[in-house]
Nanobody
């Protein structure tokens, strides 16, 4: 299995940027499709972005497309989410996750390992 630890969350003003990191340990990081999900207060966990095992293929939720960029460094066992033009509706706990699926997936149930989450708060 793999252990995931997120970092980089915080408080930012609307229009600002943040970069989240997810450090992985355990089994080979490059063997997993990786994703970011988020959960706002009172809402379910929603898909944000995903990257294939090599990072070549990426997929984004429509709500973040053009503003967020997912990337991974397999040599450093780290997943990133660079977030720009942040808006108050982006406020949520952001979770890093790992899937054993072959192809990039947006489905929550396809991800079997999860980090503890990092809080992102965007003030207006």
């Amino acid at each position: 299995q793999v252990q995931l630890v997120e970092s980089g969350g915080g408080l930012v003003q609307a229009g600002g940027s943040l970069r989240l990191s997810c450090a992985a340990s355990g089994r080979t990081f490059s063997g997993y499709v990786m994703g970011w999900f988020r959960q706002a207060p009172g809402k379910g966990r929603e898909f944000v972005a995903a990257a294939s095992r090599t990072g070549t293929n990426t997929y984004y939720a429509d709500s973040v497309k053009g503003r967020f960029t997912i990337s991974r460094d397999n040599a450093k066992n780290t997943l990133y989410l660079h977030m720009t033009s942040l808006q108050p509706e982006d406020t949520a706990v952001y979770y890093c996750s790992a899937s054993t699926k072959i192809a990039v997936t947006t489905r929550y149930n396809d991800y079997i390992y999860w980090g503890q989450g990092t809080q992102v708060t965007v003030s207006s």
